[in-house]
């Protein structure tokens, strides 16, 4: 009854090739204007979700505090020090135009720092510098031991070699904060232009959270606008060289057109907004749509060179595929799917988007692209009797040298597996990006020259109103900066307690026997009320203390780079906080230790929906194929590749990172495909009474070819990612394009000598 229903279907498909020709083509219009809707965000923090902890808890703290968008900008002077008035007094004007940037709430840089001394009884607090220009050479003198001997200032706003100064930004961003983003860098941008040409002799170097969004933006640009494009001539000029078809190949350009115009077309009517981790989805869509149409324009050339003419020739190749290309769309459907388990919800996007798009390549396969191939002139050259095709002669060997390949392919997978505990799990935000990239560069000239810009945030609490005073509270405080400075990955500690360390030597006559606690609690609480009396507008300490005065903000920054790190750090930071302070006992907060966790929180999520995506596969293969022994046997090829890829990883790079643990749900979906399509001719060989041998020569010559060719596409595509400026894209390409032709190893050399030795029976 399936094959009359399927004979049925295909005579109406090739008698009325126009009418569907047209439907797919109205079809395709009215999803495709969804096309204007679609967004692109400047917000790195779309990446987290609402459910992930660290992101919960750094919102927590700037709720208590105050936002942390920020934008840092470093100068270094050529002469090689910052305290000459010529490079004092660019800072200076640098600092007094950054009040004037749209959205900012706080400028803090060397020159504007809120420097207080004692001049008899009272507590003066002003800029440590003021008019730069008219510095005597002792102002000079004085300035710098200021800054390089103060607690506050070394290792944060001023390099402790005294070579390159820096000036933070903060801001509070609007609801349109796409917008804001990218007025804010042109501001800067032309802030910083202005500054070079006026001060030839100084370098200027811009990075922040706010200028990672808007290169955020620009790398999801131009992974739409030359990533798509590259991957479609590769397409094109790939399907060309194999097919030996042009008429074939612009079939599969039609195919392709109308699944990626349907497809974000769909994704812009429900208002898809798109980030660098989401960019590839016409790029991955376009590859694999390919798949389906590679495998029924094969056949069709195929038939055709053996004298069938077009239209029968069409036929049998969708009878011969059309179950195979509904299974590997449902399976890669499944794999794409299983993404919704990550932690990212741009992933999530990713999965169903491609997902959708697999569906959307089904349909066209099935309805618009055997409709064109009838109403096309297609020609297929005569395949010649007196010769044997390649994977002919490639199956024969398979079958000669089976025991070799089998043990070959075994020594190799053991070798390549024993990489894998060589993977570090780990992200560097800075290193989203490559060095093509402005944000990169500075990035990494900050961070070599003057500071990390990786915080572990902690919001410590008294645990009553008007507590952060008492004395005893302090000792606490104190204590844990001690710590914390004691550590060789940190670099610089921010806390309150040197604040009123710094408030009691002023106030006993900057007299630095009294550079420590105040032991009376009214006296704490009365210098602190002097000295926010005494701070210029602006400069309040709203982001070091909550209104109620009950939290103080203690903000760590760490040298190193590597997320492991700082999350070793972070649970030696706890065990000694339990031990010692417990009521201080919590973990650490802020952008840097969301994106430490971010990996590890994606890793286990995706595995628990690879898992659950693997079993449904299994099933449903194990149910397909009628046989227990036949599903697990189609298995191994497909759980193999990936473990031999993050093998090889592990002695090649020995980092992976958000994108790794996306790779083997998205390949899983992908190399599932093959195994299919050859399992089924090697099923029906069988079930026609061909013995194993025999039945893997059938699937070779029938399949070979189509597997090869997809194969070929498949990875190139994926390659091209490596081209991406966004590390995350780049990564996610290698690694699924590695795993691509390792699945194509095991499908030709393993899956066949599987066969042979385990499915026996007659």
Same mark, same amino acid.
């Given at each position: 009854?399936?094959?009359?229903?399927?004979?049925?279907?295909?005579?109406?498909?090739?008698?009325?090739?126009w009418?569907?020709?047209?439907?797919a083509?109205?079809?395709?219009?009215?999803?495709?204007?969804?096309?204007?809707?679609?967004?692109?965000?400047?917000?790195?923090?779309?990446?987290?979700?609402?459910?992930? @902890?660290?992101?919960?808890?750094?919102?927590?703290?700037e709720?208590?505090?105050?936002?942390?968008?920020?934008?840092?900008?470093?100068?270094?002077?050529?002469?090689?020090?910052?305290?000459?008035?010529?490079?004092?007094?660019?800072?200076?004007?640098?600092?007094?135009?950054?009040?004037?940037?749209?959205?900012?709430?706080?400028?803090?840089?060397?020159?504007?720092?809120?420097? $207080?001394?004692?001049?008899?009884?009272?507590?003066?607090?002003?800029?440590?510098?003021?008019?730069?220009r008219?510095?005597?050479?002792?102002?000079?003198?004085?300035?710098?031991?200021?800054?390089?001997?103060?607690?506050?200032?070394?290792?944060?706003?001023?390099?402790?070699?005294?070579?390159?100064?820096?000036?933070?930004?903060?801001?509070?961003?609007?609801?349109?904060?796409?917008?804001?983003?990218?007025?804010?860098?042109?501001?800067?941008?032309?802030?910083?232009?202005?500054?070079?040409?006026?001060?030839?002799?100084?370098?200027?170097?811009?990075?922040?959270?706010?200028?990672?969004?808007?290169?955020?933006?620009?790398?999801?640009?131009?992974?739409?606008?030359?990533?798509?494009?590259?991957?479609?001539?590769?397409?094109?000029?790939?399907? &060309?060289?194999?097919?030996?078809?042009?008429?074939?190949?612009?079939?599969?350009?039609?195919?392709?057109?109308?699944?990626?115009?349907?497809?974000?077309?769909?994704?812009?009517?429900?208002?898809?907004? #798109?980030?660098?981790?989401?960019?590839?989805?016409?790029?991955?869509?376009?590859?694999?749509?390919?798949a389906?149409?590679?495998?029924?324009?094969?056949t069709?050339?195929?038939?055709?060179?053996?004298?069938?003419?077009?239209?029968?020739?069409?036929?049998? $190749?969708?009878?011969?595929?059309?179950? @195979?290309?509904?299974?590997?769309?449902?399976?890669?459907?499944?794999?794409?799917?299983?993404?919704?388990? $990550?932690?990212?919800?741009?992933?999530?996007?990713?999965?169903?988007?491609?997902?959708?798009?697999?569906?959307?390549? #089904?349909?066209?396969?099935?309805?618009?692209?055997?409709?064109?191939?009838?109403?096309?002139?297609?020609?297929?050259?005569?395949? @010649?009797?007196?010769?044997?095709p390649f994977?002919?002669?490639?199956?024969?060997?398979?079958?000669?040298?089976?025991?070799?390949l089998?043990?070959?392919?075994?020594?190799?997978?053991?070798?390549l597996?024993?990489?894998?505990?060589?993977?570090?799990?780990?992200?560097?935000?800075?290193?989203?990006?490559?060095?093509?990239?402005?944000?990169?560069?500075?990035?990494?000239?900050?961070?070599?020259?003057?500071?990390?810009?990786?915080?572990?945030?902690?919001?410590?609490?008294?645990?009553?109103?008007?507590?952060?005073?008492?004395?005893?509270?302090?000792?606490?405080?104190?204590?844990?900066?001690?710590?914390?400075?004691?550590?060789?990955?940190?670099?610089?500690?921010?806390s309150?307690s040197?604040?009123?360390?710094?408030?009691?030597?002023?106030?006993?006559?900057?007299?630095?026997?009294?550079?420590?606690?105040?032991?009376? @609690?009214?006296?704490?609480?009365?210098?602190?009320?002097?000295?926010?009396f005494?701070?210029?507008?602006?400069?309040?300490?709203?982001?070091?203390?909550?209104?109620?005065?009950?939290? &103080?903000?203690?903000?760590v920054?760490?040298?190193s780079? $590597?997320?492991?790190?700082?999350?070793?750090?972070?649970?030696?930071?706890?065990?000694?906080?339990?031990?010692?302070?417990?009521?201080?006992?919590?973990?650490?907060?802020?952008?840097?230790?969301?994106?430490?966790?971010?990996?590890?929180?994606?890793?286990?999520?995706?595995?628990?929906?690879?898992?659950?995506?693997?079993?449904?596969?299994?099933?449903?293969?194990?149910?397909? #194929?009628?046989?227990?022994?036949?599903?697990?046997?189609?298995?191994?090829?497909?759980?193999?590749?990936?473990?031999?890829?993050?093998?090889?990883?592990?002695?090649?790079?020995?980092?992976?990172?958000?994108?790794?643990?996306?790779?083997?749900?998205?390949?899983?979906?992908?190399?599932?495909?093959?195994?299919?399509?050859?399992?089924?001719?090697?099923q029906?060989?069988?079930?026609?009474?061909?013995?194993?041998?025999?039945?893997?020569?059938?699937?070779?010559?029938?399949?070979?070819?189509?597997?090869?060719?997809?194969?070929?596409?498949?990875?190139?595509?994926?390659?091209?990612?490596?081209?991406?400026?966004?590390?995350?894209?780049?990564?996610?390409?290698?690694?699924?394009?590695?795993?691509?032709?390792?699945?194509?190893?095991?499908?030709?050399?393993?899956?066949?000598?599987?066969?042979?030795?385990?499915?026996?029976?007659?």
């Amino acid at each position: 009854m399936t094959s009359l229903l399927l004979d049925r279907y295909i005579e109406v498909i090739l008698r009325y090739r126009w009418l569907v020709v047209t439907l797919a083509t109205l079809l395709t219009l009215i999803t495709g204007a969804g096309l204007r809707f679609i967004g692109v965000t400047n917000d790195y923090r779309i990446m987290f979700s609402e459910e992930n @902890p660290q992101y919960v808890d750094f919102q927590a703290l700037e709720n208590i505090f105050s936002t942390s968008n920020m934008a840092f900008i470093a100068i270094a002077p050529r002469g090689g020090s910052v305290f000459t008035r010529e490079a004092l007094g660019a800072l200076e004007e640098l600092t007094e135009a950054a009040w004037r940037t749209p959205h900012s709430r706080r400028v803090d840089s060397l020159t504007n720092y809120s420097h $207080s001394r004692a001049k008899g009884d009272e507590l003066i607090v002003e800029p440590l510098v003021d008019d730069a220009r008219s510095l005597s050479d002792a102002d000079l003198a004085r300035i710098r031991k200021i800054a390089l001997e103060s607690r506050d200032l070394p290792g944060r706003l001023v390099s402790r070699k005294g070579h390159v100064a820096g000036l933070a930004i903060t801001f509070v961003l609007p609801d349109d904060m796409d917008a804001a983003v990218v007025s804010i860098n042109d501001y800067l941008n032309a802030l910083l232009k202005r500054a070079g040409a006026r001060h030839p002799d100084i370098a200027y170097y811009l990075s922040g959270d706010v200028i990672s969004n808007r290169t955020f933006s620009v790398a999801t640009y131009n992974d739409f606008v030359f990533l798509a494009p590259i991957v479609f001539v590769m397409i094109v000029v790939i399907s &060309t060289l194999l097919l030996r078809s042009l008429l074939g190949t612009f079939s599969i350009i039609v195919v392709i057109g109308f699944v990626i115009l349907s497809t974000m077309g769909i994704a812009g009517w429900l208002g898809t907004v #798109f980030s660098p981790t989401n960019a590839g989805v016409p790029t991955i869509v376009m590859a694999t749509c390919v798949a389906h149409s590679i495998h029924i324009i094969t056949t069709t050339l195929l038939g055709m060179g053996h004298g069938l003419d077009r239209d029968k020739a069409i036929a049998e $190749s969708l009878r011969t595929n059309a179950w @195979p290309v509904f299974l590997t769309s449902i399976t890669t459907a499944i794999g794409f799917l299983s993404l919704n388990s $990550s932690d990212s919800p741009p992933a999530r996007i990713l999965g169903n988007l491609v997902a959708l798009g697999v569906l959307w390549a #089904f349909l066209y396969s099935m309805t618009l692209l055997p409709a064109l191939l009838s109403i096309l002139p297609l020609r297929a050259r005569r395949i @010649p009797t007196d010769k044997s095709p390649f994977f002919v002669r490639f199956g024969a060997f398979v079958v000669k040298r089976r025991a070799f390949l089998l043990c070959f392919v075994a020594v190799l997978t053991a070798v390549l597996i024993t990489g894998i505990p060589r993977n570090e799990l780990t992200d560097r935000w800075t290193h989203y990006f490559d060095e093509r990239y402005r944000f990169r560069r500075d990035s990494d000239f900050i961070f070599d020259n003057l500071n990390s810009m990786n915080f572990l945030e902690y919001a410590l609490k008294a645990g009553r109103e008007g507590g952060i005073t008492d004395p005893e509270y302090l000792k606490k405080v104190e204590a844990f900066a001690k710590w914390y400075r004691e550590q060789p990955e940190v670099s610089h500690v921010q806390s309150f307690s040197d604040i009123m360390k710094r408030l009691n030597k002023n106030l006993h006559g900057d007299d630095p026997a009294f550079y420590k606690l105040p032991q009376d @609690p009214r006296l704490a609480a009365q210098y602190l009320l002097l000295y926010e009396f005494s701070l210029p507008f602006g400069m309040d300490l709203n982001d070091r203390i909550d209104v109620a005065k009950s939290t &103080t903000r203690m903000s760590v920054m760490v040298r190193s780079r $590597s997320s492991r790190d700082q999350r070793e750090l972070d649970e030696r930071a706890k065990a000694w906080l339990r031990a010692n302070i417990p009521e201080f006992a919590t973990e650490a907060s802020g952008i840097t230790m969301i994106f430490a966790h971010l990996s590890l929180r994606n890793i286990h999520s995706m595995l628990r929906g690879t898992i659950i995506a693997m079993l449904i596969i299994s099933l449903l293969l194990i149910w397909v #194929f009628k046989s227990v022994r036949l599903g697990l046997i189609s298995l191994v090829p497909n759980f193999i590749p990936a473990a031999m890829t993050f093998g090889l990883w592990g002695y090649m790079v020995g980092q992976v990172g958000f994108a790794g643990s996306l790779m083997t749900a998205i390949a899983f979906g992908i190399i599932v495909d093959d195994t299919i399509h050859f399992m089924s001719r090697y099923q029906k060989a069988r079930r026609m009474g061909f013995p194993a041998p025999e039945a893997v020569r059938a699937a070779f010559r029938i399949v070979g070819q189509a597997l090869w060719t997809t194969t070929a596409v498949l990875s190139l595509s994926f390659l091209v990612f490596a081209t991406s400026g966004f590390h995350g894209s780049r990564t996610l390409g290698l690694m699924v394009a590695i795993t691509l032709v390792f699945a194509l190893l095991a499908d030709f050399l393993l899956l066949p000598t599987l066969l042979m030795a385990l499915d026996r029976k007659k």
